[in-house]
């Protein structure tokens, strides 16, 4: 079976104060078919640099080292950084949690979509990119996108632009996408009309998705497979139907410290960490 | 303990609470749901006297905050803000944050009181007093600015979002630690979230706001049973 | 140290805690190699100007005509000007009035900027008007014309060359000190002061002010780099320190003359005064790298 992306023993460290390096990510292992794949952890888990190492966008300062990492067969720890960037345009996609972050604010949304078609395929012609445009916006969702297509970024509201954003990332009929907590700033309403345009994009193109979040219900519920991470590592990985049945402590104490609308008023489960989690 | 009759507010022309009354009884906890831009932190921050420009009237423990020196209002009324990260002085120890509201008023040995405080939310012993916030994780700080809030002995808790920066584990012992105190010092709370799970948990009345306007109130009992009069409201129990 | 030690004394604790933090800055300065080379330029400097009667090898107001112009030799490191002075020891000596220049437009320009900066962004409306507009006037004023006529006006001299100067130099720390009061008053840490009743005064004083510090404090580093090379502008066109002082810049404008048959008596002073800007700029550059909040990554 192949694969679409395989990482072996992935490395992130930073500098501290001493002059030392801290590790970030500790060896994680993980491969992705065309499938769902939800990483959760909390912050400074290295969830969100697993991803980013993959997109090859750390910040120069980090030290990353890995034995193999491969995107459909292409090798990317051999991979010259041109050959990276224009993975990165064309292939592979990411969608940031604030997508005031991602879009340029001196640009208009319909402007900024169009250029990214054009760079993925130089051959179409000005009128098609923007026709393609507007059906990008419709397919997620937006009313009236020919209006939307001339505003701005800041005249979106969040959920908007984040669609926008993710409207953005699949014009160009990526393989892979990367989210990174796409719906932690949304509101639960938008936040279920996002994640069903990212399933049908799965569904439909037959994309391979990692969704990074903190949110493990969020993940069970949505993704095929989930990996949790603590301290760097991964403590865990499990069917999404089957994360009830979770062995790992850390995995448990994460699905029971939550309140539920109809849960007991008891004072809630705290996680008792161990030191021994960060190791194993 | 807090009562708001016919509140509007608007910035520069963009309304952000529409004709809003609610009661909070004294000892209650009161939660307040809503998506972003509902005007639900809009309310808090116009309790605290942090918005200038509002109509109708706000009385907290029978004194009009329209009529009421800062300082009198300060000893009765305090805020937990959203992002410990931002509201803590970044170039302050800690212990001096917790001591400055007794300082600015007045009150008599704010060490000691302060010491007294960060045992109260479980950052006791010495150890914390003398860091810096950015020596603290997420879930401290937060700790630290309850204990701040506290130092003036409030009646009333107005906790705008206390968790949402938190991870899922940390906002367990938060809102354990809130439940504490309010029995403990017998604390009446208004939380703010958009989580109904959170507000479920922590909240015996709450009131639902989509638009700047209340959609509805609801007990906790009312809620759990699914005695639900508005399509808003149920849609927001289904996604969460 | 015990504990009981920090119960009895919270004040001392506080102090420790701040100096732990300074030593963890310290320690990241020491990590940018060309900052430290610029805080050893600077360094030195106060050196100079501390030891100058025991480095000097000569008095540096002693005209010797039987050594006039000499060049440079073991007798005259740096070789003598044209009244046979030696200019090593001038140097020496004149590093304490480029500091004195430094500082005397330092301590009136930065307060006084910061201070209307945060006053300015703090309270806002029509006090922000008034102190903005005021300070837009003096931006528009040319540097150094305004320098050359208050010097003109109050006649020559090294405390009014640093008046002259400080008139131009406030403005910017005021700009600075309200774009970091704009983002500060509305921050949740002043809104927590404000409810408990804290008055505006307390507010800009303990909470705004210490953090506009670290950008005034970057800014003012480069600024002195600056400062030196207006001080020497004035002193070579005659407006600033008067003969016989040894002021560096004055002492390029006697060398202009001899220029090239005498080339060190105009370039030993001027490279003094690259050396030294070069110094405040290096160490500018590596303060501002740990110190400026857009720089800086939030932890």
Redesign the interface.
Known sequence: MSNLVEIENLHVAFRNDEGGYNDAVRGVSLTLGREKLGIVGESGSGKSLTGRSLLGVLPPYARVSVDRMSFDGIDLKAASPRLRRSLRGGRMGMILQDPKFSLNPVMTVGKQIVEAIRIGDRKVGHREARARAIAVLESVHIRDPESVFNLYPHELSGGMGQRVMIGMMVVREPDLLIADEPTSALDVTVRTQVLSILDELVARRGMGLIFISHDLNLVSKFCDRVIVMYAGRIVETIEASRLSEAQHPYTRGLLSCLPHINGSLEPLPVLNRQASWAEA | MLEVHDLNVDFSGKIAVRNTGLTVRSGESFGLVG???SGKSTILRTV???NGSWSGTIKVDGLDIRKTP??Q??RVV??V???P???????Y?I???VA??MR??GLPNP?RRTAELLELVGLGG?KF????P?ELS?GQRQRV?IA??L??SPKLLLLDEPTSAL???????I??LL??LRKELGLTFVIVS?D???I???CERLMVMRNAQPVETLTRDQ??AGEIANDYTR???A?? | MSTTEIAADPRHAVRAARWAEFKLFARRFMRNPLGVAGLVIVLLLLFAAAFAPWLATHDPYLPNLTSRLAAPSAEYWFGADELGRDIYSRLIYGSRLTLLIVALVIVTSAPVGLIIGAVSGTVGGWVDAVFMRITDIFLAVPKLLLALAFVAALGPGIVNAALAITLTAWPPYARLARAEALVVRNSDYVNAARLAGASEFRIIVFHVIPMCLSSVIVRMTFDMAGIILTAAGLGFIGLGAQPPLPEWGAMISTGRKFIFDQWWIATIPGAAIFIVSLGFNLLGDALRDLLDPHLRQRK
Not at chain 2, 129 to 132: A, I
Not at chain 2, 167 to 173: F, M, N, T
């Open positions: 998506e972003s831009g605290m006297g942090l800062r300082k209002l300060a305090q805020m803000f959203q992002d990260y931002s509201s803590l002085h970044p170039r120890v212990g001096q944050q400055e509201p600015i008023n060490e010495l007093q003398f860091r810096f950015h997420g600015a701040r809030a130092a003036l991870d899922v584990s940390i906002q367990a012992e809102l354990n439940n504490r958009h109904l799970a959170v479920s948990y922590m809620l759990r849609t927001l129990i996604a969460a």
